[in-house]
């Protein structure tokens, strides 16, 4: 950082070295196929990557400048060196720790699209419906007929199978752990839990109203 003629900061551009810029394709490259094969938070993760190592190079290059003795004029490009040691970061730790922290990283596309699909059929209670106009309405990952096919394990929805074949993919071992998996993430992120709701709901269901009211009828203080 510097500061221009009245004294204000004035950012420094840092271009990428040939050597660099050569490593970052490669590691951009490497994380485009990646992403087509996962979904969900992971696949946001990967999209982020690339821009994640060029910052990360940039504050290595300045790190290791800054811890010479005899302090040489600042960095002028970043070397192929850092965003090699940047890009390794990425790869071995980064990265990795993305996929355990978002859960779902190893699920492939068509499984996750698989199962949106039968929760939304569930969830409507649809039993017919013209599979260009659901695509439509859920968009997302099912844009295009092969897509939805795809997310039926290779089979096509009809007009009359959705509620049937939601029904069938909802008791898929994978899929019920998938839901079983959020639904506690859930109950643990909120505290909300079935027992908890049941308890609540008991207690207005059997809640003695005459304890609201004194004796000469008037209503007690809210608290």
Known sequence: MTTDALGNPDAVKVPLDPGANTELEGFGQRILERSRTVSGAFQGALGKARGHA???S???EHVWWAAQFAR???PAAISANAMECAVGLMESYFLPMDERVFGDAIKAAAEKAEHRLAMHLKAERIDRFNARE???AMGGSLRTAEEMDAAG????YSRKTGAKIGDENLRKPEISREIRRAMEERAARTGITQDRVLREVSSLAFLDIAGAFAADGTLLPLN
């Open 72 to 74: 040489p004029p600042a």
């Open 134 to 136: 659901l695509r439509h």
């Open 54 to 56: 060029l910052r990360l």
């Open 153 to 156: 394990g290779g089979r096509s």
């Open 58 to 60: 940039c504050i290595l």
